[in-house]
Every structure is written in C-alpha cells, then in structure tokens.
C-alpha cells in the first residue's frame, strides 16, 4: 500500500531526530514540511491512478448492474459527465496524502508541550518520549483509515454522478449487514435517501460509503 511507505518515512524522519529538545522539534517539523513538498508529484501520480481503478471499477459494476436497462440508457450511463467528479476526487486524494507528515509534525510539537508542562509540574516524560517514537505507527493507522474511507467515498461521488445523468432522484441505503454496523447506519437500511438531502449522522453528513470507516453502500432507485 503506496500510503504505508509514507508513514514509514515519516517515522524515520522522526525517530532520526528528536533528542527530547524543542530545537529537534523544530528540525523535524522543517523536515517534514519538506517531505511533504517533495512527495507533491508522486502523490499526483498515486491520487490520479487511483481515482482511475475506482472509475474503471465502478463502470464494470455498472455494466453488470445495467444489462436489463435499455440500450439508450447504457448509453447515458457511458457518457456521463464525471470529468469534473474525477478532477475533485483527485484533487482530494493529493490534499490527503501530502497532509500526513504535516498532521505527524503538528502531533510531534502538541506532544513535546505536553511533555514540557509534565516537567514543570515535577512528572516524568518519558510516556511523551514514547508517544513521539510511535508516531510513525499512528500515522499508519490514521493512512489505512483514510484509503478506507476515501475508497468508500471515491466509489459513492462516481455512483452518484452516473446516477444523476440517467435521472435517478435518490438510492436505497444497504449496509453490510452485519454485527459491525453502527446504529445509526443499521437505522437507515432500507431507507430510501435523496441524492441532494445527504444525512447527518454522529455528527457527519454524507451519503452511505462516503462517510470515515463506512462499509454502506448505494442501491441506485428511480422513485421514492
């Protein structure tokens, strides 16, 4: 997974230059910010090839999904507009990719406070230090959270935007059925939503698949 090699760099840049002291702070947030800058063409790369399966991917179903539907509408479904989708999800995928050193630096310094108020207050650091040395393993976790949940949403901006060019008004909500779905999502199974009246939901709005660890998915209706 191209992300993890990312949060593997960021934890060498880290774990090769922090001596416990605010100058070591300062080199790695430099150096990371200088990562971050020199990953730009490889994250255009990686964010367009990736965009490119999920549209490859998300046409097959289509095609599948589709082989009742009349020929005028398989059509429609070919040539619809998703050029500017595709642009956006691009776009969102490099801002993702190159934010992870500068979300690892500004984790770094919010620590190192941490363990400088803890010192003041006569405790030890040592828990800060080792919070720091993981940095490479949280910057892990929160990549494989987001290739989740950006696969979800990639997937679900491509339904909807084919969906819209053949005149479907809204989908049905399916969720995987589960022991793992969420309460709220488990609520909305069956539940036919508008594609233009996304629900909140915990606090996030957005359509089924296209919110942080969600397995949803669309059913693509043509009437409520």
């Not at 965009?51 to 619809?80: C, G, P």
């Not at 935007?161 to 053949?166: K, N, P, S, Y």
């Not at 488990?186 to 660890?213: R, S, V």
């Amino acid at each position: 997974m191209s992300l993890s090699k990312v949060a593997h760099e960021i934890g060498a840049i880290i774990n090769q230059r922090y001596d416990g002291t605010n100058d070591s702070v300062l080199e790695i947030q430099q150096a990371l910010a200088d990562y971050s800058a020199l990953i730009d063409s490889w994250a255009k790369r990686i964010a367009t090839k990736f965009v490119d399966t999920v549209s490859q991917d998300n046409a097959r179903l289509w095609q599948q999904t589709s082989r009742e539907m009349s020929k005028e509408l398989k059509q429609l479904i070919a040539q619809a507009p998703i050029g500017h989708v595709m642009q956006s999800l691009v776009h969102e995928q490099i801002k993702y990719i190159k934010s992870l050193p500068i979300e690892a630096a500004d984790r770094v310094y919010d620590i190192q406070n941490r363990a400088i108020e803890a010192v003041v207050n006569g405790e030890r650091p040592e828990h800060f230090t080792a919070m720091i040395a993981n940095s490479g393993n949280v910057t892990a976790s929160r990549a494989k959270m987001i290739a989740r949940t950006e696969l979800g949403r990639a997937t679900q901006a491509l339904t909807q935007a084919r969906a819209l060019a053949i005149g479907s008004t809204g989908y049905i909500w399916r969720t995987a059925n589960d022991g793992d779905v969420r309460h709220s999502h488990k609520k909305l199974e069956g539940q036919f939503i508008d594609w233009h009246n996304p629900p909140t939901l915990d606090g996030m709005t957005g359509h089924a698949g296209a919110l942080p660890n969600c397995r949803c998915y669309c059913e693509v209706s043509f009437s409520e």
